[in-house]
């Protein structure tokens, strides 16, 4: 079955929110905060309760960036789910922090934290112009994404072709 999920880019001060997870077979990597959409749930409904529950804090305003679809068993990390196919719906989102305290409220499985990493630190690492970032991992469907959003590039719309083929 196919699912659509919400995935937030919260930027402030040069820094991107991300959701700092740990898995036995591949250690400490940061995913986008999100989710998938529940039953009766617009997007934007799935985005709010998604970033509430990830990260404690409210949406006041999002835009969508981009669309693309994610199928599990093509990738690195297809051992947690190998059966997972999702439409990913991305979003520039501005948040409310009632008290600047980020706390999981439901957090995702392996989810250990919530960090503010440096854009030019993650543009450093997913250009891998620095080797000693290397304890900034990211998925590579993640990684492929922050070096179009990252670039002076247009973002496509719509994209499957990267995300599907294996390395």
């Known amino acids: 079955m196919i699912s659509n999920t919400v995935r937030a880019l919260i930027i402030q001060n040069d ?3 991300l959701i700092k997870k ?3 077979n591949i250690g400490i990597y940061y995913v986008l905060p999100g989710g998938a959409q529940e039953e009766n ?3 934007e ?3 709010s309760r998604e970033c509430m ?3 404690g804090i409210e949406i006041s305003s999002s ?3 981009c669309v693309r679809e994610y199928i599990s068993r093509n990738h690195e990390y297809s051992f947690i789910m190998k059966e997972a196919h999702s439409i990913d719906f991305i979003y520039e989102c501005n948040t409310h922090f009632l008290n600047n305290e980020l706390r999981s409220l439901q957090a995702d499985v392996g989810q250990v934290g919530i960090e503010w990493l440096p854009i030019n630190e993650i543009k450093r690492t997913v250009h891998r112009l620095d ?3 290397e304890h900034y991992k990211f998925p590579r469907t993640t990684n492929e994404f922050f070096k179009e959003y990252f670039s002076d590039q247009v973002i496509k719309p719509y994209s499957s072709v990267i995300f599907e083929s294996n390395p």
């Open 41 to 43: 749930e617009t997007l």
């Open 131 to 133: 080797e000693s970032l």
């Open 45 to 47: 409904q799935a985005l």
């Open 22 to 24: 740990r898995r036995a």
């Open 63 to 65: 835009g969508l960036v």
């Open 15 to 17: 820094n991107l929110l």
């Open 53 to 55: 529950e990830e990260l």
